[in-house]
C-alpha cells in the first residue's frame, strides 16, 4: 500500500470533503470523466498494475467490454494474478433453433388452423 498511499489518501480527501460540503451527487465526476484521467495517467505510467485493473473496472462497469480486456490483459501482463470479471463475448455464438423454426412457412401452415379455432379465446 506504500506505493499507492497518495492516491488512496487523495480519494478518500476526496470523497470527504465532497460528502461533507453535501454536494457529493451533484460534483461527483463521472465515471467516464474518470477514465480519462485514469488513461492520461497510465500513458505517464504505463507500468502501474494497479492502474491497469482499475481501469478495467471502469470499462466494465461502462460495458465497454473490448477495452476492459485490453486493460486486464495489460495488467496481466505486469504480474496481476486476481479474478476478471466476467466479460461478456463481443461475438455471438450462433443461436440453435428447432429445426421448425428453421422451416417458416412450413411452421406458419400447422400454426394456421389453431390460430382461427382460438381467435376469439378458448
Not at 453535501?22 to 477514465?35: K, T
Not at 461475438?91 to 376469439?120: G, I, M, Q, S
Request: with cysteine.
Amino acid at each position: 500500500m506504500p506505493k499507492y498511499k497518495s492516491l488512496y489518501l487523495l480519494a478518500v480527501g476526496l470523497c470527504l470533503s465532497l460528502s461533507a460540503s453535501g454536494s457529493f451527487a451533484q460534483s461527483a465526476p463521472s465515471v467516464a470523466e474518470l477514465v480519462t484521467g485514469l488513461e492520461q495517467r497510465l500513458l505517464d505510467n504505463p507500468n502501474d498494475m494497479q492502474g491497469w485493473i482499475l481501469l478495467g473496472k471502469s470499462y466494465h462497469h461502462l460495458q465497454n467490454w473490448n477495452k476492459a480486456t485490453e486493460a486486464f490483459e495489460q495488467a496481466k501482463k505486469l504480474g496481476y494474478q486476481g479474478s476478471v470479471p466476467t466479460l461478456p463475448s463481443t461475438t455471438r455464438p450462433p443461436v440453435k433453433t428447432h429445426p421448425l423454426l428453421r422451416r417458416k412457412e412450413e411452421t406458419l401452415e400447422l400454426l394456421r388452423p389453431l390460430t382461427k379455432k382460438f381467435a376469439n379465446g378458448p
